[in-house]
């Protein structure tokens, strides 16, 4: 007995020292970059974005709802408003109204960086529309905000882009490298035949990107749980996706003669086995990135955990597990989305169909959940067919000079905040661009928090002048260092 309680508590103590070692060793990944005196940005910019706001330029699903002269309206207006930057960029348009520019660069022997954005934004609702305190396609500029859809969804990201070049070009500034600039017309409706375009153009031009930077993660505040300072999110890599189609046939018949199982049975137990039988959850390697440059920056009970997060693994994925926000980044998901069956009181259902919404954790495949689904329903008469597909991005590794040059653009422009690369939930246009480039990376340089986030294709959407003027500091910082060998 004795000798057992040595033996627990000599265990005890090597976990201990083991736990204490790991977090002497668990030493902070930030950068020491001094924040640079902002330059001036004039009230013509947030004027930009005001008179970009009101045209509307709404994707829909049904290609018959979209008013492409809207579009062409839009185009109008950054050829008026920027004529120094049209008159130097060469430009192309792809799908009919997606813009790709290039800058040529004076140096051949680098590669060229590409900056993404897109100007389509989502509908307002009309069942919404009271709930705006301005109206959603105003563009007002008052107590010094800019309101509207596309406010951070992402004219924002268009206008900054511009406005940094037009400055850029006007100073006389020639980058080194390279610089194309894409901005999407129907990112909100997937992309197909804006950014998918886009790169194939360039990929058939056999261009091979250093780096391309799309929207992507913000400078969240009080959005990572236990972080007291501003984290700047960079999504190294984004998930994919997969719409799965489950189909059930089978005989029929009269609802006074069940059989034992009807169509709705059989597939409503092939989604009860999915549900209790969830994709694993773990560390992924962009997790564990994001564990390895924002641990060290945490309370002192954060920090232990993250220091040893192999150790504490199961205890970190309780955690995660319990907030669908942060169960999104430590598993595969799936959401049925659409059910269908039956068509009559007293007929059996013959016919069963579902739809699955699956996004697929960065080391996973299609093909891997597709086979690990078909497992876990284990029924031949659930047929599944595959609607549409991405597979997960490649993942950018923050140790490579791209990911130095960013985060560094970034503190001389926002100053002492924490820079974290991370796992992008959502799906953005830099998908179709992993052969363009090994180093892509998705973020927007403004902040985000409880209350903004929520305007994110939601109601009241907007920006503060000041913020939106930094957006354009931030792009014309990143162009000079992009643009220069790194
Ligand atoms: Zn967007």
């Not at 199961?314 to 049925?336: D, G, H, Q």
């Amino acid at each position: 007995m004795k000798r057992l309680l040595g033996i627990i508590l000599g265990s005890l103590a090597i976990a201990l020292v083991y736990i204490l070692a790991n977090l002497l060793l668990f030493s902070s990944k930030q950068s020491d970059i001094e924040k640079i005196a902002p330059i001036k940005v004039t009230n013509a910019a947030p004027q930009h974005l005001s008179d970009a706001i009101k045209i509307k330029t709404i994707s829909y699903d049904d290609p018959a709802m979209i008013d492409t002269a809207s579009f062409h309206q839009f185009i109008e207006l950054l050829y008026e408003k920027y004529p120094v930057a049209f008159g130097k960029m060469e430009y192309t348009f792809l799908g009919g109204m997606t813009m790709l520019f290039k800058w040529q660069g004076k140096r051949t022997d680098l590669k060229p960086m590409i900056l993404m954005s897109h100007y389509d934004v989502v509908p307002v609702p009309e069942a919404n529309l009271s709930e705006w305190k301005e109206p959603p396609f105003s563009g007002l500029i008052k107590n010094g905000e800019i309101w509207g859809r596309g406010a951070i969804d992402d004219k924002v990201g268009v206008i900054g882009i511009m406005e940094a070049v037009e400055m850029l070009i006007s100073s006389g500034f020639q980058p080194d490298r390279t610089v194309y600039l894409s901005f999407g017309h129907d990112e909100e409706i997937m992309g197909i035949n804006g950014a998918k375009q886009v790169a194939h153009y360039l990929k058939q031009k056999g261009v091979k990107a250093e780096f391309v930077l799309d929207e992507g993660g913000y400078i969240t505040q009080g959005l990572v749980p236990g972080m007291q300072k501003d984290v700047a999110l960079i999504g190294t890599t984004e998930k994919g996706f997969v719409t799965l189609e489950l189909n059930v046939d089978v005989e029929g018949g009269h609802a006074s003669m069940p059989k034992k199982e009807t169509a709705i049975d059989v597939l409503s137990k092939a989604i009860g086995k999915i549900n209790e039988n969830p994709f694993p959850s773990y560390i992924s390697k962009p997790l564990n990135d994001f564990i390895d440059y924002v641990g060290p920056e945490m309370p002192l009970g954060f920090r232990t955990v993250f220091a040893n997060a192999t150790l504490l693994e199961p205890v970190l994925m309780a955690v995660y597990e319990k907030a669908p926000s942060s169960n999104a980044l430590v598993r595969t998901t799936v959401a049925p989305t659409i059910i269908e069956a039956g068509e009559k009181n007293n007929v059996l259902p013959t016919y069963a169909r579902a739809v699955l919404n699956i996004r697929i954790l960065p080391e996973e495949s299609v093909n891997s959940v597709h086979e690990d689904l078909k497992e876990v329903i284990d029924d031949e008469r659930v047929k599944i067919k595959i609607l549409e597909k991405s597979e997960p991005a490649s993942i950018s590794n923050p140790d490579h000079p791209t990911y130095v040059m960013l985060d560094k653009s970034i503190k001389q422009v926002f100053g002492d905040i924490v820079i974290s690369p991370y796992i992008m939930i959502a799906a953005s246009d830099s998908r179709y661009f992993s052969k363009v480039s090994d180093h892509i990376y998705r973020f927007c340089p403004f902040k985000l928090n409880k209350q903004n986030i929520k305007s994110f294709h939601g109601i009241n959407e907007k920006i503060g002048v000041e913020e939106f003027k930094d957006c354009v500091r931030f792009y014309h910082q990143l162009i000079k260092n992009g643009a220069t060998e790194m």
